[in-house]
């Protein structure tokens, strides 16, 4: 028998940069062949891209319009109730970091923090006034305090608050950005909401109504009662029948011919709307399949212990359905997120929108490909963000392992 | 088909099936199945693969309902009443061949969540229970683990302590040991022996001969949908009435 002290350490893994040089790029002749001709190819192609970057492009057209890129029209004398309605979610993610502790929570928390530094910075260099600058690094340095307060004292914070926290955060954000009569808020009506802020509000609200709606309709698609699985397969069949451009017409277009002339509903609230109905067909047929993956015997143990069907779903069929579908529930909502770049059809301004107006000035003509680097760039941390996190998720709850 | 005028009414035993018919489609896998089990009756179905004796005891539980015939529970009917099912289900544990153990919970959330969820008992107060029965299936060290990280044997006496943490007054267990591999047969077989010598009321199909010689009060032989033959385990073995029962016998004594 093998004891302990006989088991003999690995043989050792390095061998320097030239040997893995010549056991990576080098091992035969081919790949030193392919090695070499990669190498010709792409050196001067980085240079190029760099010496674009950082000589030739002229990032004024970014600088210049950040504020329309991060806030669209909304006046920026009220811009400090974004700043504050970022802080809301900035202390909620940190206590939520702090409090569950998980690698996913923590993750979207750095990246919270990281990416409020980063617009803090491009603030900076763009002569936003140091008051935009102070109020993101602010935000950044509260998700930390908030996590490490946590961290010091986790008895202080009852989970529940940090629930109900979150619930209440979406009136306060809507409150806060929109304005209320009565309140020393002067209204901002949201068709002035525009860039960055526009493309967040509509992903986060797209996301966080249509999972649910979509677990609901993948329930129902699967239920016994006729009516409800008619119901639902039709929603889910129509929607996934129809591209997300025509729901987004119908929204801001056909729907107001339907109603009384005095019913206005704004703008922005359609097309939430429109993207939520429309991804959640989309989550209803992830999620399907999660439940079908789910052999029949946990429904027959889980009855046989006397749960009901409403317990069964909850306790033992929801949960290890939905952890088998994550990896496509992401992939969709960072489709999602890129979607929203189709709201400019209906006029609204998000991101890409603002790029297009941008472009428009005279001044900035010809400066297409720094507008749209930049919005890929903003687009790509985003999506990079949420594929992370997911990962950190899967590997957190064993995805394929158990 | 036997007379049963001699277990006419459901007080007669705690399980009363009369005339049980069941068809999957065209096929007609029940033809007629009476039998009644006393309270503490340990009673062992066999018979040959597709004879109906696993659709059996689904039905007691409603896991497989019986399209003709009748089945009382303790005196409780099995209809489509959703509160008659629950209240039949409540009285009966039940251990699959697979046995489906929930895959993302602990051992003992596995055990404590009919206790928590259907029993409404205090979390502390289940765990507590949960523990108790971990141990009388002798595997207290492994509460926190999940399934996966079990073996078969473990995993099929956690099941086993799951189904009685419902405090249920009948188990059924369908094939319990028919997965497992050789060597981890006789730990299942074990806590089902402790099981019936503590008075339990249970209905098993297997094929654990000596399981059944030792620990049966009642030996059923099922064969294409009917009972073939049924009597105490010594009968059954040395003076077989069937033709049937001594060929199938003799199939799988080897």
Not at chain 1, 102 to 116: D, F, K, N, S
Not at chain 2, 160 to 175: S, V
């Amino acid at each position: 028998m093998t004891t302990p002290d006989s088991s003999m350490p690995p043989p050792a893994p390095a061998i320097g940069p030239v040997g893995w040089l010549r056991q990576n790029l080098f091992s035969t002749w081919y790949n030193a062949l392919l090695t070499i001709v990669l190498v010709t190819l792409l050196v001067p192609l980085v240079a190029l891209i760099l010496r674009w970057i950082l000589a030739e492009a002229r990032w004024g057209v970014v600088t210049a319009n950040l504020r329309l890129f991060l806030i669209g029209q909304y006046p920026f004398e009220e811009a400090w109730r974004i700043w504050l309605s970022l802080a809301v979610l900035s202390v909620l993610t940190g206590i939520s970091a702090g409090i569950y502790g998980g690698a996913t929570v923590r993750t979207l928390a750095t990246w919270l923090a990281a990416g409020q530094v980063m617009l803090g910075a491009l603030a900076a260099v763009s002569g936003l006034g140091s008051a935009t600058t102070v109020a993101l690094v602010a935000n950044a340095a509260i998700v930390w305090a908030a996590f490490l307060a946590v961290r010091w004292r986790p008895r202080a914070m009852p989970r529940r608050l940090v629930g109900l926290g979150w619930l209440a955060s979406i009136p306060i954000s809507v409150i806060l950005l929109q304005g209320i009569r009565g309140l020393p808020l002067p209204i901002v009506t949201s068709n002035l909401w525009g860039g960055l802020l526009l493309t967040f509000l509509l992903a986060i609200v797209g996301i966080l109504l249509s999972f649910p709606f979509g677990v609901l309709l993948a329930l129902g698609r699967r239920s016994g009662l006729p009516a409800v699985r008619v119901l639902s397969t039709a929603y889910i069949e129509l929607i996934r029948g129809v591209p997300l451009v025509t729901i987004l017409f119908m929204a801001a277009v056909m729907l107001p011919l339907f109603l009384p002339s005095n019913v206005r509903i704004d703008q922005v609230l359609r097309a939430m709307v429109g993207i939520t109905l429309f991804s959640a067909a989309y989550v209803a047929e992830n999620v399907r399949g999660g439940l079908q993956a789910i052999p029949p015997g946990q429904v027959e143990a889980a009855h046989a212990i006397g749960l009901n069907t409403l317990q069964t779903n909850r306790f033992i069929v929801l949960p290890q359905a939905l952890r088998a579908v994550i990896p496509a529930n992401v992939g969709l909502f960072i489709s999602l997120l890129k979607d929203t770049t189709l709201v400019t059809i209906v006029g609204l301004l998000e991101l890409l929108g603002i790029g297009r107006a941008v472009l428009a000035q005279p001044q900035w003509f010809g400066a297409q490909l720094e507008v749209y680097v930049f919005i890929a760039a903003v687009f790509f941390i985003l999506c990079y963000t949420m594929s992370q996190a997911s990962y950190r998720l899967e590997t957190a709850l064993g995805v394929g392992t158990r | 088909m036997s007379d049963h005028s001699d277990h006419s009414g459901p007080s007669a035993g705690i399980i009363v099936c009369r005339d049980v018919h069941k068809w999957f489609g065209d096929l007609h896998v029940l033809r007629g199945i009476d039998m009644t089990v006393k309270a503490g009756e340990v009673v062992v179905i066999f018979g040959p693969s597709g004879s109906g004796k696993s659709t059996f005891i689904r039905t007691i539980n409603r896991l497989e309902e019986h399209q003709r015939g009748e089945i009382f529970v303790d005196g409780i009917e099995l209809t489509n009443d959703i509160r008659n099912i629950a209240a039949i289900r409540s009285e009966i544990g039940m251990v699959f061949q697979q046995f489906n153990l929930f895959p993302h919970l602990t051992a003992l959330q596995n055990v404590t969540l009919g206790p928590i969820r259907v029993r409404k008992l205090a979390r502390d107060r289940a765990e507590q229970q949960g523990m108790e029965l971990l141990e009388r299936v002798g595997i207290p060290e492994q509460a926190h683990k999940y399934p996966a990280q079990l073996s078969g044997g473990q995993q099929q006496r956690v099941a086993i302590a799951r189904a009685l943490a419902m405090q249920p007054k009948i188990m059924l267990f369908d094939e319990p040991t028919s997965a497992l591999d050789p060597e981890m047969i006789s730990e299942v077989l074990d806590v089902m022996r402790e099981l019936a010598v503590s008075g339990m009321t249970m209905l098993c199909v297997t094929h654990e001969m000596g399981f059944a010689r030792a620990v049966a009060d009642r030996m059923v032989l099922f064969d294409e949908g009917c009972i073939v033959e049924e009597g105490p385990p010594p009968q059954i073995f040395e003076a077989p009435a069937h033709a049937r029962t001594k060929q199938f016998l003799s199939q799988i004594l080897h």
